[in-house]
């Protein structure tokens, strides 16, 4: 009916501009006006007059809350990795780098005087494993006395044993309480910093792969590629990412333990809302807001927050939990999204009170009155005052409890944190637990056999999944997979090993990368997959390499050493003393790696009798680590990439001190240098730049 000949839409003429201006970056530096951060007014009346009028911060704090907010983020970071390393990490951590910068003072960027610079330990954060330091991410990277500090950050990013993370966007994976029998949900998740955190949690026992899961999503096909690389980091086999919007995220079905020849729906038991929202409590470390700030974003984001959150609501099995949150002061975003949906379903879910979790953690109560208002800044105390013209825009769910009934919603359990309580970001988190289903679930648990599913509802028609390209999932078949016996036979892989749990991402050729996933993953993948859009899942962990000295096609990979290492037998694993990892992990030179004669006594024995080609070094003392090695005719060499060498030698109290350089001395004797002899020095960040490369290094020179 002449729909084509329309009027422009213009949001969909804005998301095209978008994605051509994504598709050609060059344009887009070329008429960019954004104004550089540092050159950035961080002012903004609309905000602070809103801000004001809504009470987000008591009076007598306005003040220091709007210095906060225009000053820059300090740092923090999470120790990661297994418990041992971690340990050992942290020790280092206050030991080697804390105590040098206890008493010391710097110039911090804004500030006139010389500050203190002492770590702080967030007191709520798990296993004491996570640091603030009162310094930016510029002070760090600018001053030399820290630059063995910044060293020790970038190189343990890029080896995955520190985790540079907001303090307060720390807190839902905490308070979401993940176990490993958990089936976890984290329906908004790029780039996937409490992804990580989600998966951290489920591996807490390191001897088993974990039975529960994560389910990583987001509705952006190009951040869930951000996911894919933060999984790449994690090495589990218990993750897979999706790509939908989670407002309607579809159905899933799983195995049911007490009949497995049917399927039942897949509710989970762990659920993470942190939802898009208007960022603007993330301020001090994105600047550009203060230039875009309107009451018109909150307004605008209220619907899909409450969209995700109530599909977020369905999902979770009863006795289950899920986290709400946002990085936004806004209640429309925030108390008003957690009030229509407590309001929309009554007596099935709750609100949590969580500060006994977040031990020493200040914050404020959630607000259970506010006043929503339109972008021309007008605000209203009920939707009757609401001119015609912003009635599409204010909605009737967006204003608060009528005081006679505000007790009821228990908002004040949710908590916002303001960025001068503690000098971070600003947050807020509501955790909600379901205690019945929801009133049109009620039959929901049930098996889904073929004929019920029948009897419940109407063929669906088939969803489509436009634009979505991943290689398939293909799941070994069994014992008789074709490169499976030689495998399982050069691994010595014992009988509790199930090699359906292998995949690979082709159905014809040869097979060259070999990914594994938990039982509960591959369950998961072979019921839905044809109605969800995986992107990735599986933990690399054979790699195709056809040397002659090896009598299987496939070494083993660091990625997936972890969840494999205990199904491998005695004829792959060597027990290596410290000293001669050592020597494994300071050799330099990939073609020549050290000889056999080189290593103690102890270790010869080991590998004496040990066939050639890719094995298990194994350090068996605290703390202790596995690593993929490679035993040659004359040799015995380490499979690890460079960032991972620098953590190791690092943990193993070894000498790195070639991958420690001091950039300032650097650059200075570099102004004195030609430029090529400038380029035969390397440096720690050299170091992780080449680490993709390096866990590739070419085995056909092994001797
Ligand atoms: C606040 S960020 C999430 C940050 C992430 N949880 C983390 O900790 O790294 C919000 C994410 O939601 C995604 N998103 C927006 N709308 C969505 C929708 N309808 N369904 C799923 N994801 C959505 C965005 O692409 C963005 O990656």
Not at 210 to 239: E, W
Not at 481 to 497: A, C, G
Not at 517 to 524: G, H, I, M, Q, R
Not at 571 to 599: G, M, Y
Request: net charge neutral; charged share 30%; aromatic share 8%.
């Amino acid at each position: 009916m002449g729909r084509r000949n329309r009027n422009v839409n213009k949001f969909a003429q804005r998301k095209r501009d978008r994605k051509e201006q994504e598709k050609n970056p060059k344009e887009k530096n070329e008429g960019d006006t954004r104004k550089h951060y540092e050159d950035i007014v961080r002012e903004n009346a609309s905000f602070e007059e809103y801000y004001k009028k809504q009470k987000v911060c008591p009076e007598d704090q306005w003040e220091e809350f709007m210095k906060t907010l225009k000053s820059n983020l300090p740092t923090a970071f999470r120790i990661t990795g297994s418990k041992s390393e971690a340990d050992a990490l942290s020790n280092l951590v206050k030991s080697e780098y804390f105590s040098e910068i206890l008493n010391m003072k710097l110039k911090v960027e804004g500030k006139e005087e010389e500050e203190e610079i002492k770590p702080i330990n967030l007191s709520w954060y798990p296993g004491g494993l996570a640091w603030q330091l009162r310094l930016s991410r510029t002070d760090i990277r600018r001053s030399e006395p820290l630059y063995r500090l910044h060293n020790f950050l970038v190189a343990e990013t890029a080896a995955g044993g520190v985790s540079r993370q907001e303090t307060v966007s720390m807190i839902p994976p905490v308070v979401l309480q993940v176990e490993p029998h958990h089936k976890v949900l984290d329906m908004c998740a790029a780039p996937g910093s409490k992804t990580a955190q989600l998966i951290e949690f489920l591996h807490a026992d390191e001897e088993k792969i974990p039975t529960g899961f994560v389910i990583a999503n987001d509705v952006d096909n190009s951040r869930c590629y951000m996911l894919v690389h933060q999984a790449k980091r994690l090495n589990s086999p218990c993750i897979v990412i999706t790509n939908h919007d989670s407002g309607v995220m579809p159905s899933l079905v799983i195995a049911d333990e007490q009949n497995p020849e049917s399927t039942k729906p897949l509710k989970f038991d762990r659920i993470l809302c942190d939802v898009p929202c208007s960022g603007d409590a993330t301020l001090r470390k994105n600047p550009d807001i203060w230039l875009k700030w309107s009451t018109g974003n909150g307004n605008n984001l209220h619907g899909v927050q409450y969209r995700i959150l109530r599909r977020g609501c369905e999902l979770l099995a009863v006795g289950g939990r899920l986290v709400y949150s946002t990085c936004s002061f806004n209640p429309i975003e925030n108390e008003a999204v957690v009030h229509r949906l407590l309001q929309e379903f009554g007596d099935s879910v709750h609100l949590v009170d969580v500060a006994d979790m977040l031990p020493g953690l200040k914050f404020h109560k959630g607000m259970t009155h506010w006043r929503p208002a339109s972008k021309d800044m007008v605000f209203y105390d009920k939707y009757e005052d609401v001119p015609e013209n912003w009635q599409t825009v204010v909605r009737p769910q967006m204003f608060p409890p009528k005081p006679e009934d505000a007790e009821k919603y228990h908002l004040d359990k949710c908590i916002r944190i303001l960025p001068h309580h503690q000098d971070t970001g600003g947050f807020f988190v509501a955790v909600f637990e379901k205690t019945a289903p929801l009133p049109w679930e009620k039959n929901d648990s049930q098996p889904v056999t073929e004929e019920s599913k029948e009897k419940k509802e109407p063929p669906k028609k088939r969803r489509r999944m436009g634009g979505y390209r991943e290689d398939p999932f293909v799941f070994f078949s069994g014992e008789q997979e074709d490169v499976f016996p030689s495998i399982k036979e050069f691994y010595d892989l014992n009988e509790t090993f199930d090699p359906t749990c292998l995949l690979t991402r082709c159905h014809v050729g040869k097979k060259k990368n070999i990914y594994l996933v938990s039982k509960t993953v591959k369950d998961v993948v072979q019921r839905n997959e044809s109605n969800i859009k995986i992107i990735n899942t599986g933990v690399k962990t054979f790699v195709r390499c056809d040397n002659k000295n090896m009598t299987c096609p496939f070494r083993l990979s660091q990625e997936g050493l972890q969840s494999i290492s205990q199904y491998i037998g005695p004829k792959r694993r060597v027990n290596i003393l410290k000293d001669d990892l050592i020597l494994v992990l300071q050799n330099e030179n990939p073609s020549n790696p050290p000889d056999i004669s080189k290593f103690s006594e102890h270790t010869q024995a080991q590998v004496k009798d040990l066939a050639c080609g890719s094995c298990v070094l194994e350090y068996r003392s605290a703390p202790a680590l596995a690593l993929v090695g490679w035993r040659g005719v004359r040799s015995l060499r380490a499979y690890t990439a460079a960032p991972d060498t620098v953590h190791l030698l690092r943990l193993l109290g070894a000498d790195y001190s070639k991958y420690d350089v001091n950039k300032f001395k650097k650059e200075a004797e570099t102004n004195d240098m030609d430029t090529s002899e400038a380029a035969s020095h390397s440096t720690s960040e050299d170091a992780i730049n080449d680490a993709d490369k390096s866990e590739a290094k070419s085995i056909d020179d092994c001797t």
